[in-house]
Protein backbone atom coordinates (compact mmCIF):
# COMPACT_ATOMS: atom_id res chain seq x y z
CA UNK A 1 0.00 0.00 0.00
CA UNK A 2 1.41 3.56 -1.12
CA UNK A 3 2.36 5.69 2.02
CA UNK A 4 0.16 8.54 0.42
CA UNK A 5 -3.19 6.67 1.28
CA UNK A 6 -4.26 7.70 4.93
CA UNK A 7 -7.21 5.90 4.51
CA UNK A 8 -8.20 2.25 3.80
CA UNK A 9 -11.96 1.20 3.04
CA UNK A 10 -12.27 -2.15 3.84
CA UNK A 11 -15.76 -4.13 2.18
CA UNK A 12 -18.21 -6.74 3.34
CA UNK A 13 -16.67 -8.94 0.61
CA UNK A 14 -13.28 -8.04 1.03
CA UNK A 15 -13.57 -9.21 4.74
CA UNK A 16 -15.42 -12.29 3.68
CA UNK A 17 -12.70 -13.25 1.33
CA UNK A 18 -10.07 -12.64 4.24
CA UNK A 19 -11.60 -15.02 6.36
CA UNK A 20 -12.55 -17.64 3.80
CA UNK A 21 -8.70 -17.93 3.15
CA UNK A 22 -7.63 -17.78 6.76
CA UNK A 23 -10.03 -20.41 7.94
CA UNK A 24 -8.50 -23.85 6.66
CA UNK A 25 -5.41 -23.13 8.77
CA UNK A 26 -6.96 -22.21 11.51
CA UNK A 27 -9.67 -25.31 11.59
CA UNK A 28 -6.64 -27.44 10.94
CA UNK A 29 -3.80 -26.07 13.49
CA UNK A 30 -6.41 -25.16 16.13
CA UNK A 31 -9.89 -26.13 15.48
CA UNK A 32 -11.85 -23.84 17.65
CA UNK A 33 -14.48 -24.97 20.42
CA UNK A 34 -15.68 -21.44 20.50
CA UNK A 35 -15.09 -18.43 19.12
CA UNK A 36 -15.12 -15.44 21.73
CA UNK A 37 -15.82 -12.10 19.61
CA UNK A 38 -15.20 -8.80 20.75
CA UNK A 39 -17.23 -6.00 20.09
CA UNK A 40 -18.10 -4.50 18.17
CA UNK A 41 -15.76 -4.62 15.40
CA UNK A 42 -15.59 -8.38 16.40
CA UNK A 43 -19.23 -9.38 15.26
CA UNK A 44 -19.04 -9.90 11.99
CA UNK A 45 -16.15 -11.55 11.39
CA UNK A 46 -17.00 -13.99 13.77
CA UNK A 47 -20.19 -15.03 12.15
CA UNK A 48 -18.60 -15.57 8.58
CA UNK A 49 -15.57 -17.19 10.28
CA UNK A 50 -18.10 -19.58 12.35
CA UNK A 51 -19.70 -20.47 8.81
CA UNK A 52 -16.06 -21.71 7.06
CA UNK A 53 -15.39 -23.71 10.43
CA UNK A 54 -18.72 -25.30 10.66
CA UNK A 55 -18.52 -26.86 7.00
CA UNK A 56 -14.44 -27.46 7.65
CA UNK A 57 -14.61 -29.21 10.92
CA UNK A 58 -17.93 -30.12 10.84
CA UNK A 59 -18.55 -28.84 14.31
CA UNK A 60 -22.21 -27.68 13.74
CA UNK A 61 -22.54 -27.01 17.75
CA UNK A 62 -19.78 -24.11 17.22
CA UNK A 63 -20.45 -21.12 19.57
CA UNK A 64 -19.80 -17.69 19.35
CA UNK A 65 -19.79 -15.68 22.66
CA UNK A 66 -19.20 -11.61 22.94
CA UNK A 67 -17.35 -9.37 25.06
CA UNK A 68 -17.43 -5.80 25.23
CA UNK A 69 -14.14 -3.73 25.37
CA UNK A 70 -13.83 -0.41 24.36
CA UNK A 71 -10.80 1.61 23.91
CA UNK A 72 -10.69 4.17 21.17
CA UNK A 73 -14.52 4.61 21.60
CA UNK A 74 -16.34 7.06 24.52
CA UNK A 75 -18.12 4.77 27.37
CA UNK A 76 -20.78 6.55 29.83
CA UNK A 77 -18.91 6.92 33.14
CA UNK A 78 -14.66 7.29 31.85
CA UNK A 79 -13.02 10.24 31.46
CA UNK A 80 -11.61 12.00 28.17
CA UNK A 81 -8.23 10.26 29.81
CA UNK A 82 -9.17 6.59 29.48
CA UNK A 83 -10.16 7.19 26.07
CA UNK A 84 -6.95 5.32 24.30
CA UNK A 85 -5.32 4.58 27.16
CA UNK A 86 -7.34 2.19 28.88
CA UNK A 87 -9.56 -0.58 28.01
CA UNK A 88 -13.01 -0.78 29.28
CA UNK A 89 -15.09 -4.06 30.07
CA UNK A 90 -18.45 -3.12 28.65
CA UNK A 91 -20.02 -6.71 28.57
CA UNK A 92 -18.47 -10.08 29.89
CA UNK A 93 -19.36 -13.60 29.18
CA UNK A 94 -21.22 -13.72 32.76
CA UNK A 95 -20.10 -14.48 36.25
CA UNK A 96 -19.26 -18.15 35.62
CA UNK A 97 -17.48 -17.25 31.95
CA UNK A 98 -15.00 -19.95 32.89
CA UNK A 99 -16.97 -23.09 32.57
CA UNK A 100 -17.77 -21.19 29.56
CA UNK A 101 -13.80 -22.00 28.54
CA UNK A 102 -12.63 -24.51 30.58
CA UNK A 103 -11.25 -27.70 28.49
CA UNK A 104 -11.91 -26.05 25.21
CA UNK A 105 -9.77 -24.46 22.12
CA UNK A 106 -11.09 -20.81 22.28
CA UNK A 107 -10.53 -18.43 19.46
CA UNK A 108 -10.79 -14.54 20.43
CA UNK A 109 -12.12 -12.35 17.03
CA UNK A 110 -11.22 -9.49 16.40
CA UNK A 111 -11.58 -6.70 13.48
CA UNK A 112 -8.17 -5.55 14.07
CA UNK A 113 -4.91 -5.25 16.03
CA UNK A 114 -3.86 -2.10 16.25
CA UNK A 115 -1.76 -1.35 19.43
CA UNK A 116 -2.59 -4.92 20.75
CA UNK A 117 -4.02 -3.33 24.41
CA UNK A 118 -7.43 -4.48 23.53
CA UNK A 119 -6.52 -8.55 22.51
CA UNK A 120 -4.00 -8.28 25.80
CA UNK A 121 -6.66 -7.03 28.10
CA UNK A 122 -9.15 -9.99 26.37
CA UNK A 123 -6.71 -12.78 26.51
CA UNK A 124 -5.54 -11.65 29.88
CA UNK A 125 -8.80 -11.28 31.57
CA UNK A 126 -10.70 -14.76 30.29
CA UNK A 127 -7.52 -16.36 31.72
CA UNK A 128 -8.32 -15.80 34.63
CA UNK A 129 -11.78 -16.76 34.66
CA UNK A 130 -10.52 -20.44 33.64
CA UNK A 131 -7.87 -19.77 36.88
CA UNK A 132 -11.03 -18.68 39.00
CA UNK A 133 -13.10 -21.97 37.45
CA UNK A 134 -10.33 -24.35 37.75
CA UNK A 135 -10.32 -23.07 41.56
CA UNK A 136 -13.26 -25.23 41.86
CA UNK A 137 -12.54 -28.69 40.67
CA UNK A 138 -10.98 -31.45 41.76
CA UNK A 139 -7.42 -31.11 42.63
CA UNK A 140 -6.90 -34.08 40.72
CA UNK A 141 -8.30 -32.85 37.38
CA UNK A 142 -6.81 -28.84 37.64
CA UNK A 143 -3.62 -29.60 35.55
CA UNK A 144 -5.48 -31.87 32.87
CA UNK A 145 -8.10 -29.11 32.28
CA UNK A 146 -5.74 -26.30 31.95
CA UNK A 147 -3.58 -28.47 29.71
CA UNK A 148 -6.91 -28.84 27.45
CA UNK A 149 -7.62 -25.23 27.19
CA UNK A 150 -6.11 -23.21 24.87
CA UNK A 151 -6.75 -19.71 23.52
CA UNK A 152 -5.78 -18.25 19.99
CA UNK A 153 -6.19 -14.57 18.40
CA UNK A 154 -7.34 -13.92 14.97
CA UNK A 155 -7.74 -10.54 13.67
CA UNK A 156 -9.32 -9.68 9.89
CA UNK A 157 -5.94 -6.88 9.99
CA UNK A 158 -2.72 -6.80 11.70
CA UNK A 159 -0.89 -3.65 11.60
CA UNK A 160 2.77 -3.80 10.88
CA UNK A 161 3.38 -1.18 13.68
CA UNK A 162 5.35 -1.45 17.01
CA UNK A 163 2.93 -2.67 19.73
CA UNK A 164 2.05 -1.45 22.98
CA UNK A 165 1.35 -5.19 24.98
CA UNK A 166 2.30 -8.70 24.20
CA UNK A 167 -0.04 -12.14 23.93
CA UNK A 168 1.75 -14.75 25.82
CA UNK A 169 4.56 -16.18 24.03
CA UNK A 170 2.96 -19.74 21.62
CA UNK A 171 -0.50 -18.05 21.73
CA UNK A 172 -1.82 -18.87 18.14
CA UNK A 173 -2.14 -16.14 16.16
CA UNK A 174 -3.79 -16.02 12.76
CA UNK A 175 -4.41 -12.67 10.40
CA UNK A 176 -6.63 -11.90 7.50
CA UNK A 177 -4.00 -9.58 6.02
CA UNK A 178 -1.10 -7.36 7.02
CA UNK A 179 -1.24 -3.81 6.74
CA UNK A 180 0.84 -0.35 6.68
CA UNK A 181 -0.23 2.04 10.07
CA UNK A 182 -3.45 3.32 7.87
CA UNK A 183 -6.73 4.53 9.46
CA UNK A 184 -9.17 1.27 8.15
CA UNK A 185 -12.44 2.01 7.63
CA UNK A 186 -14.71 -0.84 8.12
CA UNK A 187 -18.24 -1.15 6.02
CA UNK A 188 -20.40 -1.62 9.30
CA UNK A 189 -19.05 2.13 9.97
CA UNK A 190 -21.01 3.61 7.05
CA UNK A 191 -24.07 4.98 7.19
CA UNK A 192 -24.13 4.97 2.98
CA UNK A 193 -22.35 1.52 2.49
CA UNK A 194 -22.57 2.33 -2.09
CA UNK A 195 -20.71 5.34 -1.10
CA UNK A 196 -18.25 3.61 1.02
CA UNK A 197 -17.67 0.87 -1.47
CA UNK A 198 -17.11 3.27 -4.05
CA UNK A 199 -14.52 5.01 -2.37
CA UNK A 200 -12.98 1.09 -1.60
CA UNK A 201 -12.93 0.47 -5.45
CA UNK A 202 -10.97 3.90 -5.83
CA UNK A 203 -8.30 3.03 -2.87
CA UNK A 204 -7.45 -0.06 -4.84
CA UNK A 205 -7.73 1.87 -7.96
CA UNK A 206 -4.99 4.12 -7.02
CA UNK A 207 -2.32 1.17 -5.86
CA UNK A 208 -2.76 -0.27 -9.08
Do not use: C
Amino acid sequence: MADEVQHWRVTYNDIHNLIRKATPSIGAEFNPDLLVAIGGGGFFPARVMRTFLREQTDKKALQIQAIGLSLYEPVEGTSAEQIGNEVIRTQWLGPDSGKLLVGKHNLIVDEVDDTRKTLHYALSELKKDVEVELAKRPESEREALRAATKFGVFVVHNKKKPKLAELPEGTPYYTGEEVDDLWLDYPWEATDIEGHDKLAAQDRASLS
